[in-house]
């Protein structure tokens, strides 16, 4: 058995012992360590290499969001795969929680969710794949973003074929591999190697950086 190693980034010292309690329960997991706050996640990050970081937005000295850019930031500099991020938030539908997928996580995660939904959750972002879906995504950048002006679209924008940038499009609305498959006439797997082109050629990490990408670039249709 694969077992996935956690790390607990939050202020507040009873969360962390429930959660950890929570995580240690599970055969398939590892309790790598805890911080209090975003400095000291940084280098537990680093010291303890965790494959998933669960972090609170909001901490003293350094938060949730410029721990994540740091944490992936100091993680491409040094050659080690970056930890999956998932943020511990309080309201669905949050300012910082957007700021967070910006800066590289893999979504989020309230902190009255359900356990189960939890640890759902920290497996889903190990094997690839994000926490949000795209439609909440999309929901979420909606309700946040509202009076922003739209940045033009990169140079790698134009590197997308017509096909890849129909698949974007697809995608960018919320629509799954199968969705997209089915409306389009083209097999799943075709729809996934798409996806994962468009994703490269773009620099995005997942589905849910890709709808990002298409709200701040207006190209969400």
């Known amino acids: 058995m694969e077992r996935i190693r956690v790390a607990l980034v939050d ?26 706050d975003g400095a000291a996640a940084v280098a ?4 303890a290499a965790p494959d998933v970081v669960l972090m609170d937005v909001r901490m003293p000295r350094l938060d949730g969001i410029a721990a994540t850019e740091r944490i992936l930031a100091d993680a491409e500099a040094a050659g080690r ?25 893999s979504g989020f995660v309230l902190k009255d969710a359900e356990p189960e939904f939890l640890l759902a959750a920290i497996r889903t972002v190990h094997r ?11 929901e979420l950048f909606a309700h946040v973003g509202r009076g922003r002006g739209r940045r033009p679209a990169p140079p790698a924008w134009d590197g997308l074929t017509p096909r890849e940038r129909e698949i974007f499009a697809l995608a960018a ?3 799954s591999n199968t969705e997209i498959a089915a409306g389009e006439f083209l097999s799943e797997a075709t729809v996934k190697t798409h ?5 490269a050629k773009l620099g995005l990490r997942d589905r849910v950086q890709l709808v990002v990408f298409a709200y701040e670039h207006d190209l969400a249709g």
């Open 128 to 138: 690839g794949n994000a926490v949000l879906a795209a439609t909440a995504t999309r």
């Open 44 to 47: 537990l990050a680093a010291q």
């Open 195 to 199: 996806v994962s082109r468009i994703l």
């Open 81 to 105: 795969t970056p930890p999956r991020i998932v943020v511990l938030t309080t309201f669905d539908l949050d300012e910082n929680a957007a700021r967070a997928i910006r800066a590289g996580a």
């Open 173 to 175: 609305r919320g629509l």
């Open 11 to 36: 202020d507040q010292a009873l969360f962390r012992a429930g959660i950890r309690m929570l995580l240690e329960s599970q055969p398939d997991l590892v309790f790598a360590g805890e911080a209090a």
